[in-house]
């Protein structure tokens, strides 16, 4: 009998047609979620399901009622929404999609990173509005981006990624990992800071660490006290890992200067979050990897994960 996958959301058809021809297979075919209690009844009846970190919780629950699960393939780098421990515990396999979403990520990144040190959108604004009126020597200044320097927290993959787009704009590098990030060194002559020491010094602090307990809140009023009055703070990782309250009332006092966020407490945020009240924050809807040839490659390397897993062969790239 042929491996049964369950795809609980719907994914570009190629990785589809590539699962069709290893395995049988279950599929949410729509854009919204998938109902917790469908997802719950199909994964019972398979043997891997491709899910996403943004809408599928994999907890106790899941792992109770889907005992013949042997692997969770997600189409994301991050798993803050995988119990990674109990998975391991019953031999359950997670792999996420590394390595293939890095360019457009980081690319994101500096998106935001332009917009707000730039005023692209308040800019934008002014004249959708019909408020552009006479130049002066004072009218829309930004801050400058080349020869400044760039601080990164978390210097893995998409942090890397965001540092080399950061050479090429003449900037010092400075970045805070939880080892040494020796390829940038030597590469790109980055230099490591202690936390708050990177807070003070860049005038571009990019937050691009996974979730953790360690990260969870790490961004509040005290760190925000600690950057420059004209530095930029840009955040790609996840949501939680900054407290909105305390960026709004940092926003709103001038340190930072501006911000620019792809992620939230809450997704999707609210028409009402204040931060969208502000002209010095910039936001965009978690949407870091979205181009089309990131979402077939993330969506393909799912696919592989799963079926190599049922194959009896190793995964490409494990987790746990």
Same mark, same amino acid.
């Given at each position: 009998?042929?491996?049964?996958?369950?795809?609980?959301?719907?994914?570009?058809?190629?990785?589809?047609?590539?699962?069709?021809?290893?395995?049988?297979?279950?599929?949410?075919?729509?854009?919204?979620?998938?109902?917790?209690?469908?997802?719950?009844?199909?994964?019972?009846?398979?043997?891997?399901?491709?899910?996403?970190?943004?809408?599928?919780?994999?907890?106790?629950?899941?792992?109770?009622?889907?005992?013949?699960?042997?692997?969770?393939?997600?189409?994301?780098?991050?798993?803050?929404?995988?119990?990674?421990?109990?998975?391991?515990?019953?031999?359950?396999?997670?792999?996420?999609?590394? =390595?293939? &979403?890095? $360019?457009?990520?980081?690319?994101?990144?500096? /998106?935001? *990173?332009? %917009?707000?040190? !730039?005023?692209?959108?308040?800019?934008?604004?002014?004249?959708?509005?019909?408020?552009?009126?006479?130049?002066?020597?004072?009218?829309?200044?930004?801050?400058?981006?080349?020869?400044?320097?760039?601080?990164?927290?978390?210097?893995?993959?998409?942090?890397?990624?965001?540092?080399?787009?950061?050479?090429?704009?003449?900037?010092?590098?400075?970045?805070?990992?939880?080892?040494?990030?020796?390829?940038?060194?030597?590469?790109?002559?980055?230099?490591?800071?202690?936390?708050? =020491?990177? &807070?003070? $010094?860049?005038?571009?602090?990019?937050?691009? /660490?996974? *979730?953790? %307990?360690?990260? !969870?809140?790490?961004?509040?009023?005290?760190?925000?006290?600690?950057?420059?009055?004209?530095?930029?703070?840009?955040?790609?990782?996840?949501?939680?890992?900054?407290?909105?309250?305390?960026?709004?009332?940092?926003?709103?006092?001038?340190?930072?200067?501006?911000?620019?966020?792809?992620?939230?407490?809450?997704?999707?945020?609210?028409?009402?979050?204040?931060?969208?009240?502000?002209?010095?924050?910039?936001?965009?809807?978690?949407?870091?990897?979205?181009?089309?040839?990131?979402?077939?490659?993330?969506?393909?390397?799912?696919?592989?994960?799963?079926?190599?897993?049922?194959?009896?062969?190793?995964?490409?790239?494990?987790?746990?």
């Amino acid at each position: 009998m042929k491996k049964r996958i369950y795809i609980a959301r719907r994914i570009p058809q190629a990785a589809v047609d590539l699962i069709a021809q290893h395995c049988d297979y279950g599929y949410w075919d729509r854009l919204e979620p998938c109902p917790r209690e469908v997802f719950l009844a199909e994964a019972a009846q398979s043997d891997a399901v491709i899910t996403q970190s943004v809408s599928e919780k994999i907890d106790f629950e899941f792992l109770e009622a889907a005992p013949r699960c042997k692997v969770i393939a997600q189409m994301a780098v991050g798993y803050d929404n995988v119990d990674v421990p109990a998975c391991t515990a019953r031999g359950v396999l997670l792999t996420n999609t590394p =390595d293939v &979403l890095t $360019e457009s990520t980081a690319d994101a990144a500096w /998106a935001l *990173l332009m %917009a707000a040190a !730039r005023r692209v959108v308040s800019g934008h604004t002014l004249i959708q509005e019909g408020r552009w009126g006479m130049w002066h020597p004072f009218f829309q200044l930004s801050q400058d981006v080349y020869g400044t320097t760039l601080g990164i927290i978390g210097a893995g993959r998409i942090g890397g990624a965001i540092a080399r787009r950061g050479k090429g704009f003449g900037m010092n590098i400075l970045y805070h990992n939880r080892r040494p990030a020796s390829e940038l060194e030597a590469v790109l002559g980055a230099q490591y800071r202690a936390f708050d =020491d990177l &807070l003070r $010094e860049a005038d571009f602090v990019v937050m691009a /660490a996974p *979730l953790t %307990a360690q990260t !969870r809140g790490l961004f509040g009023a005290r760190e925000f006290a600690l950057m420059k009055d004209t530095a930029v703070f840009v955040n790609i990782a996840r949501g939680a890992v900054m407290q909105e309250k305390a960026l709004y009332e940092a926003l709103k006092a001038g340190r930072p200067w501006a911000a620019g966020s792809d992620v939230y407490e809450v997704e999707p945020t609210p028409a009402s979050n204040p931060l969208f009240t502000l002209d010095n924050f910039v936001g965009t809807p978690h949407v870091g990897s979205a181009t089309p040839r990131t979402r077939l490659a993330m969506a393909t390397l799912a696919a592989r994960n799963a079926i190599a897993v049922l194959s009896g062969q190793p995964a490409i790239t494990p987790v746990n």
